[in-house]
């Protein structure tokens, strides 16, 4: 079953640039709505709080819209509305996205909605490798030119302290993204890149399986440990 399971994500993924471009309706690609259509089924099908991302300075591409100047995720977090403002609400998506139909979505992480563990690019690619030779079972897998985020089902800051402290050694370049956090979610454009599936979601109307954050913390610490990957500091 793991195998079978193993051989259609790798299918998906490689169609991961054709969901990026198009945007998911009912867990199938829509090849006319674009963002809206992501965003729409993230809130309304798997009931994701999403929030539109401010973007980026129409005037330069790589510059974050909002005041900051040294921003260090540009385009890809929420100004205004605020985080506070994500929402499941089918009305409300459907008129962000038709306002700002290229404005990256940004999912609220935490409570009810998957959480995510990060770690940079070349770490997370051998890891992913490391961790499909065990046979772990892993959900969507979100990247950036920069960095992959594994996504996991909802923790609590308790829960993240306990698994931490309880391991001998913990990568610094891995970072938590739990309640009060965000992400952004394909098909979105930020000043760092595209962001796309490396693992895309199952096709299906209902909310993407995520595993415990236990399950992948173990396995990404253990498989950067077992190939000698030294995570870069970022």
Known sequence: MREI???????????????GLTGLV?????????????ALTFATAWKWPVVPGVGLDR????????????????????LDPGLLAATTDERMARWWWTNRPDAPIVLATG???????SLPAVAG????????QAGIRLGPVVATPARLFLLVAPYSMEQLGE?????DWVPGSLR??????YLALPPSGTGQGPV????????GSAAPWVPDVEAVVDAVVDALTRTGVSAPEL
Do not use: M
């Not at 260090?72 to 977090?77: L, Q």
């Not at 690619?125 to 499909?132: E, I, P, Q, T």
């Not at 796309?196 to 096709?203: G, I, Q, S, V, Y």
């Open 5 to 19: 399971l193993g051989r259609r994500r790798k299918l998906l993924s490689r169609l991961k640039g054709l969901i």
């Open 26 to 38: 009912g867990g199938k690609p829509d090849q006319n709505r674009g963002p809206i259509g992501a």
């Open 59 to 78: 005037r330069d591409g790589t510059r974050c819209a909002c005041p900051d100047p040294d921003c260090t995720v540009p385009g890809a977090h929420p």
């Open 111 to 117: 409570v009810s909605a998957p959480c995510a563990v």
């Open 125 to 132: 690619a051998r890891a992913l490798g490391a961790l499909d």
């Open 163 to 167: 698994l931490l402290y309880a391991k």
């Open 176 to 181: 938590f993204h739990g309640e009060g956090g």
């Open 196 to 203: 796309c599936w490396e693992r895309a979601p199952l096709p």
